[in-house]
């Protein structure tokens, strides 16, 4: 696949009590789906994703594939303390499953 157009680095929406608020992230990707962007970068340096489990990175995941429209490239953030843990998560992410 040839990556190419503009993609928005998402930030990863909190409530106050800093749990994921996960409605809000599922409006914004839709939000970003109607538009002419490419797709979106999820889990990266604006998306908060050291302050996140990995529990609810693979939540943020599956809630952004299900809202954003087909056509849309989803890139994610994988990265992890560990090779391991890295390979681990790139496996959790590497597959955009429609419900």
């Known amino acids: 696949m040839l990556i190419e157009g503009i ?3 998402v930030p990863t929406p909190f409530y ?3 749990r994921v608020y ?3 992230l599922e409006a914004n990707i839709a939000r970003y789906s109607r538009t002419l962007l490419s797709g ?3 889990l ?3 998306g908060e994703a050291v302050m996140l489990d990995d529990s609810e990175s693979r939540e943020v ?3 952004a594939a299900e809202a954003a429209a ?3 490239v989803l890139i994610a953030g994988v990265a992890r303390e560990s090779v391991k843990a890295t390979v681990a998560q790139i496996g959790r ?3 955009r499953e429609r419900v």
């Open 7 to 9: 993609f928005a680095a």
């Open 44 to 46: 990266g340096s604006t």
């Open 93 to 95: 992410a590497s597959c």
């Open 16 to 18: 106050p009590d800093e």
């Open 70 to 72: 087909p056509e849309k």
């Open 40 to 42: 979106v970068l999820l």
């Open 22 to 24: 996960y409605r809000k």
């Open 61 to 63: 995941l599956r809630v």
